[in-house]
């Protein structure tokens, strides 16, 4: 073999070996205010979604519904002409026929307004509560989409560096095999693992565009914004322990406030229910002109006898007790249905931070000294080529499990900030009421 040939083989040999000590931390350097970012692109998507108007128009509505509660119904006003002879149609000629004007207005029984009011308090309060469970989630959607991105881009640029050296060391083994010094069967394994980069690549910048489009949906963007690379935090999330989770979330979710909400409303529909025994008032009032005889006034008051109707009354307050019993163990199964997925996300952070620990303290370490020693003894002739190409892409396949689960770990932030409805991410609204226009 030729020096060049040979000096030109060992140095690529060198440079992959150098470099592959990057592959741990593939993005320390430098790291972009990625909090910046995500809270940008969180506060863009709370702003124009369009699902966020349509929520705020809801509680508006419901906010209005308050202040019809304790109006009273619409008075009515009947005009008419009674006891007109047909003989011959006169208005004067009997004393009877005369020109009416009658008015009428109804007026509710004892607390059934107040009671009216009360449920469309409670009503309000469960769409304003809906309206911030939305945004706490919505905001986790984002930051699910935004670190599934930063996952990916990390494994990309690993694997972009892996394809560039193996290009360069598949360039080396070519020329060795030229002047007779190498074997065709590492050339052809070397050209191999560069294909298989690349369809690994191109995998990946698939479930790129796939989250690129979901994070531009989200924030009301066209699908194909370019979205520029976004590095994984270097620390790992560190949220408080999950029994305080849980009870920050019984305490504060607006999921478990929507709940709480419904109750209440359910609880005032069946006090209407209740006061359905109650009969509602009639106030009426007339005045008749007569074109050849005094004038008549008059005034009465009438009333419903609803306790006539035993039967309607019993079933009305059957349902509206059912109703309050369903609302009260939906407000259960909120609750258990938040344990139950924080849980569940916690477990999945855990998991996340501590394989995460494992491959950048232990793994990764090992996977690195054995690169090592296989490039050193590949260099002396001690192994064979396809032994020393494997140490090399099982390093780079660490590596790509640890950026994985830094990665998943901040999206299993996400889950548990959807599932406790706390804001948990940065940039997430502590509220949604500075969000529904007044």
């Known amino acids: 073999m030729c020096p060049a040939a040979e000096k030109e083989f060992h140095d690529a040999l060198v440079a992959l070996l150098h470099d592959r000590r990057l592959l741990c931390h593939p993005l320390r350097a430098e790291e972009p205010d990625w909090s910046v970012r995500l809270s940008e692109a969180i506060t863009r998507a709370v702003t124009q979604n369009p699902e966020i108007a349509n929520r705020e128009s809801g509680i508006e509505a419901a906010r209005h519904r308050v202040g019809q509660a304790l109006a009273l119904p619409d008075p009515e006003v009947e005009v008419g002409i009674a006891d007109v002879p047909t003989s011959d149609f006169s208005f004067s000629r009997d004393n009877f026929t005369m020109e009416k004007v009658t008015a009428w207005q109804k007026i509710p029984a004892a607390g059934k307004r107040p009671a009216l009011k009360r449920a469309a308090e409670a009503e309000l309060e469960g769409a304003a509560a809906m309206h911030a469970d939305h945004i706490v989630r919505l905001a986790a959607q984002v930051a699910d989409a935004f670190f599934t991105i930063a996952g990916v881009d990390a494994r990309l640029a690993i694997l972009e560096r892996s394809r560039e050296r193996l290009r360069r060391v598949a360039a080396s083994a070519t020329e060795r095999y030229r002047v007779g010094k190498g074997a065709q069967p590492d050339v052809l394994r070397a050209n191999l693992e560069i294909t298989a980069v690349d369809e690994r690549l191109a995998g990946l910048a698939?479930?790129?565009?796939?989250?690129t489009a979901k994070l531009n949906a989200l924030q009301a963007l066209p699908a194909d914004t370019a979205v520029a690379p976004i590095p994984i935090p270097e620390a790992d999330p560190t949220p408080p322990e999950s029994g305080d989770v849980l009870r920050q979330a019984f305490d504060r979710s607006p999921g478990v406030t929507a709940a709480k909400a419904d109750v209440r409303m359910a609880e005032e529909q069946r006090t209407l229910a209740l006061l359905e025994k109650r009969p509602d008032f009639t106030a009426k009032g007339y005045y008749a002109f007569r074109v050849d005889f005094d004038d008549f006034v008059g005034a009465s008051v009438s009333l419903n006898l609803p306790f006539f109707q035993p039967k309607r009354l019993r079933e009305k307050e059957a349902e509206r007790d059912a109703q309050l019993s369903g609302a009260r163990a939906n407000l259960e199964m909120v609750k258990n249905q938040i344990q139950g997925e924080v849980e569940e996300a916690y477990a999945d952070l855990g998991r996340s931070v501590e394989q995460a620990g494992l491959y950048r303290g232990s793994i990764l370490p090992q996977a690195e000294t054995n690169y090592q020693a296989a490039g050193e003894a590949?260099?002396?002739?001690?192994?064979?080529?396809?032994?020393?190409?494997?140490?090399?892409?099982?390093?780079?396949?660490?590596?790509?499990?640890?950026?994985?689960?830094?990665?998943?770990a901040w999206r299993a932030l996400a889950a548990l900030q959807k599932a406790s409805g706390l804001p948990l991410i940065e940039g997430t609204p502590t509220t949604g009421e500075e969000h529904v226009q007044k």
């Open 378 to 408: 590949y260099a002396v002739g001690q192994i064979d080529f396809l032994t020393y190409i494997r140490s090399a892409l099982d390093l780079d396949a660490y590596a790509g499990e640890l950026a994985a689960r830094r990665a998943e």
């Open 206 to 211: 698939g479930d790129r565009r796939m989250a």
